[in-house]
């Protein structure tokens, strides 16, 4: 299985760990995955909300690029992926449209046909891999842990854009727990709702309070730990946890990167993927799995 | 089929706390939710409060959580959801009258609030307005709005910001603001630039996700946050962000946050509040470098975002073409 790997801004940026976690996990799944290092952040909504033609025609270069490599787009955020799924929507469906994308990407000759297939790791685990393969690789079950599914909104909604097959996207990664041998904890209300990254900079207090909600929600659900295929969810749900409300009068919760919780699983050790970058110490979960040496 | 519901009841003046009460009905496939609830009120229990009118997804009455999102339950047909039971809740972000009915007051006044009718600059023409067809199609979702408080029943942003006008009222505003009879749009706009206006929305795609018309509210708020930064209204953290952001991608291709957040917040003061998340990311070597890496093609990606910048369309209102003497 080839892709072409969009790790976004954030793994190469302020949640370096979870770049680190790909890569050893993408070897050990047997994923091969090239690299865009040309490719221009997705502008994760800001740079749609500031110009919607100019986030179509950069996301499009990524695209054309991926179509260069004759290869499907790998992504590792939520963010990144429901930005490129919204373009798509735009781009792929309207010839027209498309061309007057394409003038901009002729400087560089780059063309997009609007062919270009966006996946997430989450995807790729469920409709690529299968989880039966990733259950067959399972050498550390994650057994006894009761981890929380946090998708991150983009990934979820608007579902039309990032499930036009609804082939059920809102579950895999329960399903993925699941198969890593851990409990899914499925009445855990806070699975597909804000985490409150994107108010930071425009009203910090309501960020903080969804953040602080959706780990309350954790917690009262019995949770140990949070799984987040999203980074900018981790920015928050782990960098800044310590300055939401309750903070301090409650147990700490900790928050793993989707590929963290499945390098545990599959025999990779904690050092290699991170896990000792948080801010949030996870050695509570650690200390429950069985962690190869 | 048969059919188990599982609704969220309360009647605040005698219960301390709402309570799950399930309903098992035999129903036929075709069945809307709000067949199945109008059933089970006039054959098992009388008492369960709702409210609902035209049955066919016109009047917006009949708002509801099911299994957990907000939707009219005379939309719902029964077998496109989960059988095994159904959630039923009463609406979020709004005081519970009884079991599903909820309170819709605070919802109207919001609404109110943006004086949700048309301002034009002059008296109405003798006979009707000249607009360009495209400077009205664009309308056609939002004018679609029904009232129905779905999109704020799940509003992330209002659970935590109570002076959050909301998904609905913006909407409305939108529809106005982008209106090409309306002339008040700099008034509208700036009124919604401050505290709880467009920029407290959190852009998690719910209000979108929930819609029974397709209305889209958070679109129409990043539209409007779009028109206020093109008016120049640039000085607030959410419009400085956009614009550092455009910045930052002009120059290195991609974004880093440290740069990103230092440039969106305002002064010293908020710059500290910052500071320790700072110091804890630093601590354990994950804030991005001090020169930020520059992708291959990164002057590519600043003269994208400059072109597509050229190519922005200019707005079209009846008022300023008039002044300028161009016929629509």
Known sequence: ?293 | MDIKLKVRRQNPEADDKPFWKDYAVEVPEYYTLLDALLKVREEVDETLALRCSCRSHICGSCGMRVNGHAALACKTKLSDIDQGAVTVEPMGNMPVIRDLVVDLEPFWNKLYSIKPYLQPATDPPEREYVVPNDTMFHLDGVVNCIMCGACVSDCESLSVNPIFIGPTALAKEYRFVADPRDAADRERLTQMNGPGGVWDCTHCFQCVEVCPKDVAPMERIMAMRRMMMDMGMEQNNGAKRANAFMDLVGSYGRLDETRLLMRSVSGLGELMSFSKVGLRALWKGKLPPLRPHRIAGAPAVRRILERARNQRPRRFKVHQAQEEGVRA
């Open chain 1, 1 to 293: 299985m080839k892709y072409a790997f969009y790790p976004g801004c954030v793994a190469k940026g302020g949640t370096p760990e979870l770049y680190q976690a790909m890569t050893a996990v993408g070897e050990k799944l047997g994923l091969e995955l090239h690299e865009l290092t040309g490719a221009a952040c997705t502008g994760a909504g800001v740079i749609t909300e500031r110009d919607p033609f100019a986030g179509d025609v950069v996301n499009s270069r990524t695209f054309a690029m991926a179509e260069q490599l004759g290869l499907p787009v790998m992504t590792i955020c939520s963010t990144c992926t429901g930005v490129m799924m919204g373009v798509k929507g735009r781009v792929d469906a309207h010839d027209d449209y498309r061309e007057r994308v394409n003038q901009l990407l002729a400087d560089e000759d780059l063309h997009y046909s609007g062919q270009t297939d966006v996946k997430h790791l989450l995807w790729v685990l469920v409709e690529d891999l299968g989880l039966d393969k990733l259950k067959a690789m399972v050498v550390n079950p994650l057994q006894g842990m009761r981890l929380a599914p946090f998708y991150g909104c983009y990934v979820v909604r608007p579902s039309k854009d990032v499930d036009p097959l609804r082939l059920g996207r809102m579950g895999y990664l329960e399903k993925v727990i699941e198969a890593l041998g851990a409990e899914p904890v499925e009445e855990y209300r806070g699975k597909d709702k804000c985490c409150g990254f994107p108010l930071l900079e425009t009203n910090r207090r309501g960020s903080l309070a969804l953040t602080g909600k959706r780990l309350a929600e954790a917690r009262d659900a019995g949770a140990d730990a949070l799984v987040t295929p999203c980074p900018l969810c981790h920015l928050n749900l782990d960098g800044q946890q310590p300055e939401t409300p309750e903070a301090g009068r409650v147990d700490a919760m900790p928050v793993m990167h989707l590929p963290q919780a499945i390098g545990l699983a599959i025999g990779i050790t904690p050092e290699r993927l991170g896990l000792h970058r948080h801010i949030i110490d996870t050695k509570k979960i650690l200390a429950k799995v069985a962690v190869a040496g």
